[in-house]
Structures are given as structure tokens and as C-alpha cells.
């Protein structure tokens, strides 16, 4: 069973960090590329940041850049986040995509205050 779980979400002060993690199961991780989307209130779920199944291509979001970082182990996948902003707000889902496969994580919600 193909399972993807986020956690370390959570209310943060403008200008904090979080730290989320992805952990997966039931498929194998190293062979898909990964990928953290989110959707803020009211509004269309967008692509945060990407990392190639190798960990060797990595790309952001213009909204995220130098504040953001992807990172991937074997099973893991992390999204480390500083400098956070009220406009950062939203649930973070955890994608895993290889070919025609897409799977996604429940979602974790990250709320920042001003």
C-alpha cells in the first residue's frame, strides 16, 4: 500500500521556520521524482518545489527562492522553510510522480502569523 504521511506543519510568527517531512511507504522512492505543491486558502494548489529522483535537479518556486530547501533521503522527503510569511500559509502536500504514477499525501496545514 502506497502511503505518503506529512508532518511538522504548524503557527509560526512571521519570520520563523518549520521544518515539514514526508515519509513513504509501499513504493519504491528512490526511482520517483518528488515534489512539495501547496494551497492556500480559497485559492489553486501550486508547485512549491521539486527534486529529481537522483536529488541531482532541483527547482522553486520565484516566491520561495533562498528561503526554502528540498531534500530527499531514501524514504523521506523534507522542506525546510525560513524566513516564513503570512503569504506562506497554506496545507503542504507531499507529491510523488515516476511516468504515468501520482501519489499524494493528505496534507500538513502551516499557518504564519504577522
Known amino acids: 500500500q502506497v502511503r505518503l504521511v506529512e508532518s511538522g506543519g504548524g503557527l509560526v510568527q512571521s519570520g520563523g521556520s518549520l521544518r515539514l517531512s514526508c515519509a513513504t511507504s509501499?513504493?519504491?522512492?528512490?526511482?520517483?521524482?518528488m515534489n512539495w505543491y501547496r494551497q492556500p486558502p480559497e485559492k489553486d494548489r501550486e508547485l512549491v518545489a521539486s527534486?529529481?529522483?537522483?536529488?541531482?535537479q532541483i527547482q522553486y518556486a520565484e516566491s520561495v527562492k533562498g528561503r526554502f530547501a528540498i531534500s530527499r533521503t531514501e524514504d523521506t522527503l523534507y522542506l525546510q522553510m525560513n524566513d516564513l510569511k503570512p503569504d506562506d500559509t497554506a496545507v503542504y502536500f507531499c507529491?510523488?510522480?515516476?511516468?504515468?504514477?501520482?501519489?499524494w499525501g493528505q496534507g500538513t496545514q502551516v499557518a504564519v502569523s504577522s
Open positions: 507529491n510523488a510522480r515516476h511516468l504515468s504514477n501520482s501519489y
Open positions: 509501499g513504493f519504491t522512492m528512490s526511482t520517483y521524482g
Open positions: 527534486i529529481s529522483s537522483r536529488g541531482t
